[in-house]
Structure formats: structure tokens, C-alpha cells
């Protein structure tokens, strides 16, 4: 079975530049979560999809951040402008849905900002 | 304070030892608690849930301590493939989850 899907792997861009990052979870996964992962910490939840709605986006920085996942399939995370804090890896995860489930996490994308 | 804290290590230890890491949670209305293995530049991947009654996995004991608010995982008989850093994590009724920094292993021949 095909696990969680990121692209792009690696991205470096400048200060005040825009990024979009892609996320297409496991097939029949209701549930997507996108993950900021900062050198040295553990992941921090952004956003939760349950299908096509959004469950809980308090710690995303909606004045730079922005995500969706219209179909309730892939899902796209955006940062505009990006700032140098940003650098982190960005990671997906996916689950079936129901409360409690396992979540499984994509490969990531490495954001460098410089 | 951190809803979850864990100490950073690193714990260097030999091959074949047995070592312990304790994982603390401030959310007492946390209901599932997990134990996730992430390798160097790989995604977390999760190694075991950890259940009020303890739970073994070969060399993999997760406990959790309700009224302590703290969770443990024991690695008995060390490998050097086990050299990894250990996340611990709960969630909540929307099953999201909150993570620790993680705790580094490095097993040494």
C-alpha cells in the first residue's frame, strides 16, 4: 500500500518569498494533518483536515500560512511571504478518520529560508 | 510549562544494555499516549501505543502513569539499529496530537 506522498523533497528559497508544499495521503484516509518540525523539536500540529473541512487550525499563522484540501484528497500548505523562522521540515500525515486513529506521516519537505 | 517534556539526551549506551526514557504531560484530560521512532531526516514512524496496563513489544516496555502523568519506554538488550530519537506523544478526543522534543539514543559497539 502506497504511504503518504510529499513534493517537493527539499526547497530553498528567500525571505519573503512564497512556498507551496503537496500532500496526497493514503487512499481511503479521511483525516490529513499538516506538521511543522523545527530542528530539535518534535512536530507541532498546524491544521487538521477531516475530508474537505477543517477541524482545528488555531496554530496555524494565518497571516502568513494558508492550506487547503478542496477534494478532500491531496492537500497544499502555502506560506507567503516566507520568513527565515519558517525553515523547518513540513510534514503530512494521514488517518483513517475515526477518533484515536494511527496517524501515518509522508517523507516531508525541508524548507531552508534564507 | 511544555505539555510534554522529555529529556533531549543524548543516552549513549553500549550494545545489549537496557535503557529507560520517562516522557511528562501536563494535559490530565489526555486520552491515547504513543511512543514514535524517527530516524535522521526520515518522518516519525509509530513505534507502540502505550495502554494503562502497560504493554511489551519484544524488546519495546511502554508504561503509563495516569496519576504521575507520565509515560516510560524501556529498551531491553540495546541494537545498534535502535540508535534513534524517541518522540513521545498524546491526543485528544479530535485525535490530534501533541509531541515531545524527543529523546536521542545513540548505541554504540
Known amino acids: 500500500e502506497a504511504g503518504v506522498a510529499q513534493s517537493p523533497r527539499y526547497k530553498i528559497i528567500e525571505k519573503r518569498q512564497s512556498v507551496a508544499f503537496w500532500c496526497n495521503p493514503i487512499?481511503?484516509?479521511?483525516?490529513l494533518y499538516w506538521y511543522q518540525q523545527i530542528l530539535g523539536q518534535g512536530p507541532k500540529l498546524l491544521i487538521q483536515?477531516?475530508?474537505?473541512?477543517?477541524?482545528?487550525d488555531s496554530q496555524l499563522p494565518k497571516d502568513r500560512f494558508s492550506a487547503e484540501r478542496l477534494k478532500g484528497v491531496d492537500s497544499t500548505l502555502k506560506i507567503q511571504p516566507a520568513k527565515l523562522e519558517d525553515s523547518a521540515v513540513y510534514l503530512c500525515?494521514?488517518?483513517?478518520?475515526?477518533?484515536?486513529?494511527?496517524?501515518?506521516f509522508g517523507p516531508g519537505t525541508r524548507l531552508l529560508v534564507l | 510549562r511544555k505539555e510534554v517534556e522529555q529529556d533531549p539526551g543524548p543516552f549513549n549506551v553500549p550494545e545489549g544494555a537496557t535503557v529507560a526514557f520517562n516522557c511528562t504531560y501536563s494535559?490530565?484530560?489526555?486520552?491515547?499516549f504513543f511512543w514514535y521512532r524517527q530516524d535522521c531526516r526520515k518522518e516519525p514512524k509509530l513505534l507502540m501505543s502505550?495502554?494503562?496496563s502497560g504493554n511489551e513489544d519484544g524488546r519495546f516496555t511502554a508504561q503509563l502513569n495516569r496519576a504521575s502523568q507520565y509515560i516510560s519506554l524501556l529498551i531491553r538488550d540495546s541494537k545498534l539499529s535502535d540508535s534513534a530519537t524517541y518522540l513521545c506523544?498524546?491526543?485528544?478526543?479530535?485525535?490530534?496530537?501533541?509531541f515531545g522534543g524527543g529523546t536521542r539514543l545513540m548505541v554504540k559497539p
Open positions: 500525515a494521514s488517518s483513517l478518520g475515526g477518533s484515536l486513529e494511527t496517524q501515518y
Open positions: 502505550v495502554y494503562s
Open positions: 487512499s481511503g484516509h479521511a483525516t
Open positions: 483536515f477531516q475530508n474537505n473541512g477543517v477541524v482545528d
Open positions: 506523544a498524546y491526543n485528544n478526543a479530535g485525535n490530534m496530537l501533541t
Open positions: 494535559n490530565s484530560a489526555s486520552q491515547s
